[in-house]
């Protein structure tokens, strides 16, 4: 049962090891994730939002949405925990 | 399943240490803005401050400090907050969530109105998330066991 | 060589992810396997903040137009690391920790109705009970 857990595992690693010989170099400023968006919310944020840190301002203005669905997923988990665990004396 | 094990060291020294923990929990919150910070990680912090609480001295002592039912009331408050503030912007006749219109309730330009929404809304993350970590740990540790188990 | 230092730091988080993996699958005790999927996890979010990094960079916290004396000069953008892998990663590592919770929690009811945490003595239960 291991051996074949074995197996699989390192199959599943060389398909990935083969898989990032065509993904960009480590550092690379010209890869296709630095030049889609990012440069325009690091460009405008000060003069939009007036906060320097980028990260802030991406994750509670511009991507504000997805950050509300988030805060929902942790009060559910929060919820769940009371729901299973609870018994009655 | 947490006993009380009495530890003179360790009681001392968490006693001192946990209030300017919170102190500087609210202040990685607050200075989201200027440095590296912000709502989810303050929140964080302020949990593992209740949980210092429970591994140093007792559960019943933990939650003498933060009841069950304070808990769950916090932890929906955060979620109040950042919905409430999209409905405000809504109501102002804006989009949901766009908190350039506060600026017609409040004497800022239309960047400082923005700022103050990213503001407001991660103070109700911190307080959701921290809320939920201590919800999380005082359920996992005590295996749903109760003495007062408001039914 | 170029080849090596360009791609080494994709490969050392593929090598973390097999390890994950392979807990995941190989071993028997529930807390094990749980423990396999956090490194999986944490292994995942690594990979995604390394594609972000640019050479030469610093922190994505705007130093043009922050204080009074210079404000509005224009950004250049090579000098700071893309913030957006930061950002979706952020929602990731609360998914981690709600996952958590949430199979610690099933753990917990598991033990209290077979008594026991190894998965083969768990199947042979539940066979057991199935056949009376």
Known sequence: MRFFALIAVIITGALLIYATVDMPNWGDPNSPANIHVSPRYIEKTIEETATPNAVTSVVADYRGYDTLGETTVIFTSGIICILLLRRRK | MIGRFDNVIIQTISRLLIPPIQLFALYVIAHGHYSPGGGFQGGCILGASFILMVIAYDIKEAKRMMSEKVNTIFSSLGVIIYSGIGVVCLILSANYLDYGILNKIMPVTIAEARALGIFGVEVGVGITVMAVMVSIFLNLASGGEHEEAEE | ?132
């Open chain 3, 1 to 132: 060589m170029e080849f090596i230092i360009g791609k080494f730091n994709y490969w050392i988080y593929i090598v973390l992810m097999m390890i994950g993996f392979y807990a995941m699958i190989a071993k028997s005790n529930l807390v094990k396997k749980l423990v396999g999927m956090n490194i999986f996890q944490t292994a995942i979010i690594l990979f995604f903040i390394s594609i972000g990094s640019k050479k030469g960079a610093t922190i994505p916290i705007i130093q043009e137009g922050a204080t009074g004396d210079a404000v509005n000069q224009a950004v250049n953008v090579a000098r700071y690391i893309n913030p957006l892998p930061h950002v979706l990663m952020l929602t990731a590592i609360v998914v981690m920790v709600s996952t958590f919770g949430v199979a610690m929690a099933l753990i917990i009811m598991i033990f209290r109705k077979y008594k026991t945490l190894e998965e083969d003595e768990i199947l042979e239960i539940m066979r057991s009970e199935e056949n009376k």
